[in-house]
């Protein structure tokens, strides 16, 4: 029953935000393409990762590319504990759990900012200590990710936390889009309301 609702609840989500659509239907993992199956499951209308540890990141994948976009999701890192993010224009390292592009990282101490996973390896964007002020770590949180051009914003809550202009010609400005669990201890992250509007 509960999958029920959450599924009528879906197309009256998607009306309200004229444009965008959802890629996450409610009930299954169709269009997203598992890394390691066992670690991905949907529980009550919510997309869950999970593991009890790990030795390699794991990536949930959409089935579709994107470039240009705005991107919502609604996130919750249970206990607060672990590290995890929203990849976007993204691709698949050959031989590799890992994935390379852009992430919208959460948790531990890079709430807010814009990592580039497995690519150039580095932080390039930090979110200002004032853009968290009010964050619940342990609560549903919600990311806009825009991707239009070389410019990437990410807000968090409806503040924004980074406003990055890729510079480096050589980076891919399309692909798909992924949730991450982090190797390591014990985790366990939900996600939500997964929509997007693709821009021209």
């Given at each position: 029953m509960?999958w029920?609702?959450?599924l009528?609840?879906?197309?009256?989500?998607a009306?309200?935000?004229?444009?965008f659509v959802?890629l996450?239907?409610g009930?299954d993992?169709?269009?997203?393409?598992?890394?390691?199956?066992?670690?991905?499951s949907?529980r009550?209308?919510v997309?869950?990762?999970?593991h009890?540890g790990?030795?390699?990141?794991d990536f949930?994948?959409?089935?579709?590319h994107?470039?240009?976009?705005?991107?919502?999701?609604?996130?919750?890192?249970?206990?607060g504990d672990?590290?995890?993010?929203?990849?976007?224009r993204?691709?698949?390292?050959?031989?590799s759990?890992e994935?390379?592009?852009?992430?919208?990282d959460i948790?531990?101490?890079y709430?807010?900012?814009?990592?580039?996973?497995?690519r150039?390896?580095r932080?390039?964007?930090e979110?200002?200590?004032e853009?968290?002020?009010?964050?619940?770590?342990?609560?549903?949180?919600?990311y806009g990710?825009?991707?239009?051009?070389?410019r990437i914003?990410l807000?968090l809550?409806?503040?924004?936390t980074v406003?990055?202009?890729?510079?480096?010609?050589?980076?891919?400005?399309?692909?798909?889009i992924?949730?991450?669990?982090h190797?390591?201890p014990?985790?366990?992250?939900?996600?939500?309301d997964?929509?997007?509007?693709?821009?021209?």
């Amino acid at each position: 029953m509960k999958w029920m609702i959450a599924l009528l609840a879906i197309p009256a989500l998607a009306a309200a935000e004229e444009g965008f659509v959802p890629l996450f239907n409610g009930r299954d993992l169709s269009g997203w393409v598992e890394d390691t199956p066992g670690l991905w499951s949907v529980r009550d209308g919510v997309i869950v990762g999970k593991h009890d540890g790990l030795k390699h990141n794991d990536f949930l994948r959409t089935e579709k590319h994107y470039r240009d976009f705005i991107l919502r999701v609604k996130f919750r890192l249970v206990n607060g504990d672990g590290n995890s993010g929203i990849q976007f224009r993204s691709r698949a390292v050959p031989s590799s759990h890992e994935v390379a592009g852009y992430q919208a990282d959460i948790g531990m101490k890079y709430w807010g900012s814009l990592y580039d996973e497995s690519r150039r390896r580095r932080m390039l964007a930090e979110a200002p200590p004032e853009s968290l002020a009010g964050l619940d770590k342990a609560g549903w949180n919600e990311y806009g990710i825009t991707a239009r051009g070389n410019r990437i914003t990410l807000e968090l809550n409806g503040k924004r936390t980074v406003d990055y202009t890729e510079t480096d010609p050589g980076i891919e400005d399309t692909g798909f889009i992924a949730l991450q669990v982090h190797s390591g201890p014990r985790i366990e992250v939900h996600f939500k309301d997964i929509r997007i509007r693709e821009l021209k």
